[in-house]
């Protein structure tokens, strides 16, 4: 069973950037595509990124684009999100996800394990 374990949130001022990182154990990590999401008090899971085994290739929706950027080291098993210019409408809770789909995708449901997720709060 792949366990996923997110770190690097907090607190940040509007404009400022954080880096989040995810690490995977029980599986082999370099096969999977990963994706980042995120979820806000009473708003439904929403997806911020994803990325294909290799790192080639990336996927991102209109709103994190050109600000986030996902990247992974699959000797190391990780995967990051880097975010930049932070609005606070990034407010959430972010959650790594995989394996997905080897088409990108940007759908919860097709996204097997989940970590525990990790809090970025911005504040204006």
């Known amino acids: 069973q792949v366990q996923l374990v997110e770190s690097g949130g907090g607190l940040v001022q509007a404009g400022g950037s954080l880096r989040l990182s995810c690490a995977a154990s029980?599986?082999?990590?370099?096969?999977?595509?990963m994706g980042w999401f995120r979820q806000a008090p009473g708003k439904e899971r929403e997806f911020v990124a994803a990325?294909?085994?290799?790192?080639?290739?990336?996927y991102y929706p209109d709103s994190v684009k050109g600000r986030f950027t996902i990247s992974r080291d699959n000797a190391k098993n990780t995967m990051y999100l880097q975010m930049n210019s932070l609005k606070p409408e990034d407010t959430a809770v972010y959650y790594c996800?995989?394996?997905?789909?080897?088409?990108?995708?940007?759908?919860?449901?097709?996204?097997?394990?989940w970590g525990q997720g990790t809090q970025v709060t911005v504040s204006s």
């Open positions: 029980g599986g082999t990590f370099s096969d999977y595509t």
């Open positions: 990325i294909s085994w290799s790192g080639g290739s990336t």
């Open positions: 996800a995989g394996p997905g789909p080897w088409m990108l995708s940007m759908r919860p449901n097709e996204y097997t394990y």
